[in-house]
T-cell receptor
Framework: DAGVIQSPRHEVTEMGQEVTLRCKPI?????LFWYRQTMMRGLELLIY????????DSGMPEDRFSAKMPNASFSTLKIQPSEPRDSAVYFC???????????????FGPGTRLLVL | GQNIDQPTEMTATEGAIVQINCTYQ??????LFWYQQHAGEAPTFLSY????GLEEKGRFSSFLSRSKGYSYLLLKELQMKDSASYLC??????????FGTGTRLKVLA
């Protein structure tokens, strides 16, 4: 398996522009997670999906952020409009489930490094 | 509330043993995880504890005390490649994961 795939790997944009981050989870995984990582705040869970349905989006910072999962093999995280404080590394992760142990291991993608000027 | 505390940085010598501590406050606690993250890379899973006690996996062991809200990751026979950040994460009753800011470990020759 190729693992979790994210695109783009790097994104530089200007304040006010729309940014779309993409993720392809590992085939067969039922859960998909979006995280944001910064030096100051560490790794923060933004939202997670179970079987394509958003379960908890309480970590989404503002209405400028939205996430979708139209099918089991694709998810997007959109920021519109983007602001400099959104600059961070955004990770997507997937797992088999929440039964504990090895099946709950989250496999992270390589991340998208976003810089908003 | 939800909170994770772990030291920001630690330094140890190659071949030594190091213990990285983590304290947590998590509503409906339902599991404690440790991840390793090398600079510029994604986190990778190291260990999972849900019951009190020690889980050993090769050179790495993880301990949990639910009553104290405390965990540690023990790394033995340190190698240069162990230089990385180690993230402690707890899972709450709503299956929400809370990550600490990580402990940056430097292994010196």
């Amino acid at each position: 398996d190729a693992g979790v795939i994210q695109s783009p790997r790097h994104e530089v944009t200007e304040m006010g522009q729309e940014v779309t981050l993409r993720c392809k989870p590992i085939s067969g995984h039922d859960y998909l997670f979006w995280y944001r990582q910064t030096m100051m705040r560490g790794l923060e869970l933004l939202i997670y999906f179970n079987n394509n349905v958003p379960i908890d989006d309480s970590g989404m910072p503002e209405d400028r952020f939205s996430a979708k999962m139209p099918n089991a093999s694709f998810s997007t995280l959109k920021i519109q409009p983007s602001e400099p404080r959104d600059s961070a590394v955004y990770f997507c992760a997937s797992s088999f489930g929440l039964a504990g142990g090895a099946r709950e291991t989250q496999y992270f993608g390589p991340g998208t490094r976003l810089l908003v000027l | 509330g939800q909170n994770i505390d772990q030291p920001t940085e630690m330094t140890a010598t190659e071949g030594a043993i190091v213990q990285i501590n983590c304290t947590y406050q998590t509503s409906g606690f339902n599991g404690l995880f440790w991840y390793q993250q090398h600079a510029g890379e994604a986190p990778t899973f190291l260990s999972y504890n849900v019951l009190d006690g020690l889980e050993e996996k090769g050179r790495f062991s993880s301990f949990l005390s639910r009553s104290k809200g405390y965990s540690y990751l023990l790394l033995k026979e340190l190698q240069m490649k162990d230089s990385a950040s180690y993230l402690c994460a707890s899972r709450g009753g709503t299956y929400k994961y809370i990550f600490g800011t990580g402990t940056r470990l430097k292994v010196l020759a």
